[in-house]
């Protein structure tokens, strides 16, 4: 005999809905079942979860950790499926919540000044925003989009590229006159290098020698950071000397603010900025693909 069918949609509908009145009989009122029905659904629940979710030692109703985080879940869940039939019946107008993670350079200096204009643009889209070095897990985190700097390892994501901008050597001013200016790449070794604290593709520092070879220089300091922004603050107060994007620095350059280093030993190597999704790109939730339109048309990077 053929396995039935199990409507995880529906078990957890009701699940969040025991959870949201408060007890069996409540969530049984308003779905119109038995208590009985629905205390026996929360057990098959468990049981194929191989988890307690609700502990039924008391009279108050009370979530397990296990139960907590299938409540949370469950609830973004049930409302992806609402925003898709919403999205459905609209004629796949944009709408919905969108949830992006961006790398931190990138979420402050371009992505959060265009926001106001592209929810003015999809007045029923709503935007969940996390900044972030990290690479995440899209699933894991459910995120639509992540947009990531550098070169993108294999996986089963999309990529579409927002652009690409030169890597530069800076340090501040202040720095520059306690330490120097170091005039060739063998220079940086009496220098404070300043770097990141989580593991990054490419390690090292590119450079061209004085004979025209390629040489590869490994920043070393007493100053890790967590993202590129904080690089860059810790680079204007003088901490170090940093190397980022020049899209990213390029207006403290213009202030001077920051002054680059060694351009004529740059091997001429460039920063990609992807946006990446799950899916193929014609089965696209249709706030997705016009939020990775927007930021194709609007995201300058230099």
Known sequence: MARPEINRSGEIEVFVRVVEAGSFSAAARELRMTPSAVSKLIARLETRLGARLVSRSTRKLQLTPEGAGFYESGTRILADMLAAEREAAAGAAPRGRLRVNSYVPFGQHRLIPLLPRFLERYPDVAVDLVLTDNVIDLMEERADVAIRAGPLGESSLIARKLGQSPMVLIAAPSYLERRGVPRSPRDLSSHNLMDFCFVRRIGGWPFIDEAGEAIMINPAGNTLVSD??????????????????????GPDIEAGRLTPLLGSFNPGDQEVTHAVYVGQGKHLPARVRAFLDFLVEHARLY
């Open 228 to 249: 590129g922004e904080a690089m860059r603050r810790m680079a204007i107060e003088g901490a170090g000397i940093a190397r980022l994007a020049r899209w990213h620095v």
